[in-house]
Nanobody, 115 residues
Framework: QVQLVESGGGLVQAGGSLRLSCAAS????????LGWYRQAPGKQRELVAT???????NYADSVKGRFTISRDNAKNTVYLQMNSLKPEDTAVYYC?????????WGQGTQVTVSS
């Protein structure tokens, strides 16, 4: 069983930065694809960024050049550095661990960007 604990969300002004962290328990972390997703009010959950076990990354077009996903396997932690934040980035952000057809999710952390 994998448990995920997210931190780092909060309220920030447009143009500001936040760094989200997600710490995972369990032994599969270094072999798993990791990701961040977000869900805004009234909208479906959408992919923000993923990073494979080999550290290949993928980003939604809306965040390319502004967000950076990274992982530290020694700490079982995945990060999302968010720069140049916009009001449309406001959402609950969820950490994801994908391993052998199984998805594990964190509880979510709120990010609010004021204009």
């Amino acid at each position: 069983q994998v448990q995920l604990v997210e931190s780092g969300g909060g309220l920030v002004q447009a143009g500001g930065s936040l760094r989200l962290s997600c710490a995972a328990s369990g032994s599969i972390f270094s072999f798993a694809r990791l990701g961040w997703y977000r869900q805004a009010p009234g909208k479906q959950r959408e992919l923000v960024a993923t990073i494979t076990s080999g550290s290949s990354t993928n980003y939604a077009d809306s965040v390319k050049g502004r967000f950076t996903i990274s992982r530290d396997n020694a700490k079982n932690t995945v990060y999302l550095q968010m720069n140049s934040l916009k009001p449309e980035d406001t959402a609950v952000y969820y950490c994801n661990v994908h391993y052998y057809l199984t998805d594990y999710w964190g509880q979510g952390t709120q990010v609010t960007v004021s204009s």
